[in-house]
């Protein structure tokens, strides 16, 4: 018996509506176990001031305001192996694409809280720094580029030494980290921390 045109049309379509209601339940579920699984995160991105002790003494970023490609980009990386702490890489190493995005989108939507961090050095931000994360850190001239102003000067002082050791494999980072000292590193991570943000801790 031969199918007419009007009745393959109505399969095609049928299988296409079902295709896209799989996807969109996919999506559903992964931000669900993102708001579901929140308190991962919260335990240490939720507290104000947190630092961590393992592998080492250093602020835990504040990640509440981010920009959402920026997280995304970080978590993969974590993911992959691409960046060294361990906590990070086996959260991140179990996290599928779509609740990577959810769990960022999360983040990034969170509305601003204000800057929590004084500032405690003035001194002018190299243009080079200017040219991708905005004069004053706040403003990203991409979305996968980090906000800096507002951070906490530690943090970003230890993402400044693991792009100088190769920690970090960014190019232009390694590059730009490869020119700094200590104490130019430890001068712009104060410079950058001092400055008005959308970054916070959300609880």
């Known amino acids: 018996m031969t199918l007419r045109i009007p009745t393959l049309c109505l399969a095609a379509a049928l299988a ?43 602020h835990v970023p504040l990640i509440a305001g981010q920009n959402q490609a920026y997280i995304e980009a970080a978590l993969k990386a974590y993911r992959a192996g691409q ?30 809280a204000g800057n929590a961090q004084a500032a405690q050095s003035k001194i002018k931000a190299a243009e080079t720094c200017a040219a991708c994360h905005g004069p004053d850190g706040a403003k990203t001239a991409a979305p996968d580029q980090p906000i800096l102003a507002g951070q906490y000067a530690d943090y970003l002082v230890k993402s400044l030494k693991e792009y100088k050791s190769g920690k970090r494999t960014n190019p232009i980072m390694q590059g730009f980290a490869a020119q700094l000292s200590v104490k130019e590193m430890q001068d712009l991570a104060a410079w950058f921390a001092s400055q008005k943000s959308s970054l916070h801790t959300q609880r």
């Open 83 to 112: 960046r060294p702490h361990p906590s990070m890489r086996g959260i991140a190493g179990g996290l599928s694409d779509e609740e990577i995005s959810a769990y960022a989108k999360y983040y990034a939507g969170e509305p601003a």
């Open 16 to 58: 296409l509506g079902a295709q896209a209601a799989a996807a969109q339940d996919k999506k559903a579920d992964a931000k669900k176990a993102a708001d579901v699984n929140v308190a991962m995160c919260i335990g240490c991105h939720g507290i104000a001031g947190y630092k961590t002790a393992f592998p080492e003494v250093f």
